[in-house]
């Protein structure tokens, strides 16, 4: 079956919110991520599956040169098939269309094969507060 991607696709709260919870654990939210999404970020990436959400990362920014990376997920059945990489790729080329030169991203320690290897993140060195 065929994945489709779409930058700044029509996002349903609902389905967003119950892919989140699929990649991030329950339980499920009730967050507007439409409100979200036209407020704070240059844009998004959809992964479908015949109408049906299996795939979403987030690209927030500065208003200028730097973007990040947040919420990255694939929906259980299509994890191990690329989805994630072909989310980042995306999410990269309409970042730099955008003018944007650097594009960051934090992960946990078992994510660093996947955003290091399969999406070619470079390791810098960051500093983190726990608010």
Request: some cysteine.
């Amino acid at each position: 079956m065929t994945i489709t991607y779409e930058w700044r696709g029509t996002v349903d709260n609902a389905a967003l919110n119950a892919l989140h919870a699929d990649g991030f654990g329950p339980p499920v939210a009730a967050t507007d991520w439409r409100t979200r999404l036209e407020r704070h970020s240059l844009g998004w990436v959809c992964a479908a599956q015949e109408g049906t959400l299996v795939g979403f990362v987030n690209v927030v920014w500065d208003g200028g040169a730097h973007a990040f990376l947040l919420d990255t997920v694939v929906a259980g059945p299509c994890r191990g098939r690329g989805v994630g990489a072909r989310l980042v790729t995306t999410a990269a080329e309409r970042t730099r269309a955008a003018g944007c030169t650097w594009l960051h991203v934090d992960f946990e320690d078992h994510l660093r094969p996947f955003y290091l290897v399969a999406c070619g993140f470079k390791e810098t060195a960051a500093g983190l507060i726990a608010l």
